[in-house]
């Protein structure tokens, strides 16, 4: 094949006096018995591969060049041991900061929900993509992306948009879990769409998407204590009473989103909005 031919001169090109073979299962292997796989396949597209070279030499057809982007992803869900899956109808963001300092501080609920939604299904948020960390799951025979977005709280919104934009996926199909100091801890509020509330990273998704109509579930976190100021609480982290109440509330959100991607948000919102745990110490 053409394709196959191209890797193989490419790799005896960008590696001259290596120990080039064929192995008894058939992979081409360059120096030092490193599988020919897709390292190599990205250098010939001059995907995140630091060697000079001169592109030009391979003469890709305009067929080739369009095919590009599936090969890789190809190729990548071969080296994870993935199997091919449907384009996802929606999109599960939880909200955040990054870093082990933020962990369980009270804007973080967001993350925390959703790495309790990864671990009831299975995954693992850990693909970087998006300016997010990612992972595919199912939920309600759905395929949907669980996404974190990398960028902190205030630019969430543009981490929400590259996903919706790349995936084509509707508003109304994007679920957005975030945390609220209108509500006390562990409460949860379910809405189709609606303001920020004052809460940043949603003004960043209506902002960036043009439109507040895409549903939220929002966890309460408690308002700040006298004195307190605003940003300094939304910082500030759990008691270990407040993250057993969260922990204990996480089914409820998970059984609420898998109503809101099943189309049932009335369920949800009778499901989560009712819900009403017991108040922490006032420790």
């Known amino acids: 094949m053409v394709f196959c031919s ?16 064929i192995d008894r299962s058939g992979t081409y292997k360059v120096s030092n018995n490193i599988p020919l796989n897709l390292v190599y396949i990205q250098f010939i597209f001059d995907i995140d591969w630091k060697m000079n070279y001169n592109k030009n030499q391979f003469n890709l057809t305009t067929a080739e060049k369009q095919n590009m982007p599936d090969l890789i992803e190809l190729f990548k869900k071969i080296s994870r041991g993935e ?82 934009d790349f995936y084509k996926i509707p508003p109304e199909n994007i679920i957005v879990i975030s945390d609220d100091i209108s509500l006390d801890i562990g409460r949860l509020r379910v809405r189709r769409s609606g303001s920020d509330g ?26 700040p204590p006298p004195g307190w100021d605003t940003a300094d609480w939304v910082l500030s982290d759990f008691t270990d009473r407040e993250q057993k109440i969260l922990f204990d509330i996480f089914g409820y959100v998970f059984s609420g989103v898998e109503k809101i991607v ?10 989560c909005n009712s819900l009403r745990p017991d108040k922490p110490d006032k420790t």
Not at 6 to 21: C, D, F, L, M, V
Not at 201 to 220: H, N, V
């Open 6 to 21: 191209r890797i193989r001169k490419a790799a005896e090109t960008q590696a001259p006096g290596a120990h080039n073979r």
């Open 83 to 164: 199997k091919d899956q449907s384009p996802p109808t929606h999109i599960v963001a939880g909200l955040g900061n990054p870093g082990g300092k933020y962990a369980f501080t009270r804007h973080n609920a967001g993350f925390m929900a959703l790495a309790y939604i990864a671990e009831k299904l299975g995954v693992k948020v850990n693909r970087a993509k998006f300016r997010s960390l990612v992972a595919r799951a199912e939920i309600s025979g759905r395929g949907v992306i669980l996404l974190a977005p990398q960028t902190f709280m205030n630019l969430s919104g543009e981490a929400v948009r590259e996903c919706a």
């Open 198 to 223: 004052g809460h940043k990273g949603l003004y960043s998704i209506i902002y960036q998407l043009a439109t507040d109509a895409f549903p939220r579930l929002r966890i309460g976190v408690g308002a």
């Open 262 to 271: 099943a189309g049932d948000i009335e369920g949800a919102m009778q499901l």
